[in-house]
C-alpha cells in the first residue's frame, strides 16, 4: 500500500530554518522523480522542488538558492531543507512522485516576522 507521510513543519520566525521529510511505503523512491509541493492559505498548488532519477533537482523560483530538495535511497525518505524563511513560505507542504496529487495529510510551515 502506498504512504506518503510528511513531517517537520512548525511555525519559525522569518529567516529562520527547517527541515521537512517524506517518508514513503509501498514504492522506492529511487525509481521515481520526486517532488514537493505547497498550498498557501486560499491559494492553489505550486510545485517548490523536484529530483530526478539521476539527481538532477529543479527549484521554483521564488525559493532558489534556499531550499534543497535531497533524498535517501536507503530509508527510502524525500527532504526538504527550508532555509532563510520568508513570510511567504507559509503554506502546507506536500511530497509526491512528478505527476501525481499529493495524497498525504501534507505538514504546516508557518513563518513569522
Known amino acids: 500500500q502506498v504512504q506518503l507521510v510528511e513531517s517537520g513543519g512548525g511555525s519559525v520566525q522569518a529567516g529562520g530554518s527547517l527541515r521537512l521529510s517524506c517518508a514513503v511505503q509501498g514504492f522506492a523512491i529511487s525509481s521515481y522523480a520526486m517532488k514537493w509541493v505547497r498550498q498557501a492559505p486560499g491559494k492553489e498548488f505550486e510545485r517548490v522542488a523536484g529530483?530526478?532519477?539521476?539527481?538532477?533537482?529543479e527549484y521554483l523560483d521564488a525559493v532558489k538558492g534556499r531550499f534543497t530538495i535531497s533524498r535517501d535511497n536507503a530509508k527510502n525518505i524525500l527532504y526538504l531543507q527550508l532555509n532563510s524563511l520568508k513570510i511567504e513560505d507559509t503554506a502546507m507542504y506536500y511530497c509526491?512522485?512528478?505527476?501525481?496529487?499529493?495524497r498525504g495529510q501534507g505538514t504546516m510551515v508557518t513563518v513569522s516576522s
Open positions: 529530483i530526478y532519477s539521476n539527481d538532477y533537482t
Open positions: 509526491a512522485k512528478v505527476g501525481d496529487a499529493p
